[in-house]
């Protein structure tokens, strides 16, 4: 369950891997956008329906094999974002 004023609204990740992911994969990742980045990472973003959906895609980047490097979750409002590395650092907030 999601918190009460998210309800009824997607809200937008951007999913940060290490590894390339063809674009063709967008349909099995949600119809997330596929974004190959510098370096050999990839970007997955888009509408994600719930929590429950998060987890899914994060359990089928995990099945894959990728590292995970980042999850960012992207608000309306410009600089608002709630960050969440992969990599074992701090969370890192911005409102």
Not at 34 to 62: E, F, M, N
């Amino acid at each position: 369950m999601g918190h009460p004023r998210e309800q009824g609204k997607q809200v937008v990740y951007r999913i940060r891997v290490r590894g390339a992911i063809d674009a063709g994969w967008s349909e099995w990742f949600h119809g997330l956008a596929i974004s190959p980045q510098a370096g050999g990472d990839t970007l997955l973003t888009g509408p994600v329906r719930d929590q429950a959906a998060l987890h899914g895609l994060l359990a089928k980047i995990r099945d894959l094999g990728l590292p995970l490097l980042s999850v960012e979750r992207v608000d309306a409002a410009p600089g608002a974002a709630e960050r969440h590395s992969g990599c074992g650092e701090d969370e890192i907030t911005k409102r």
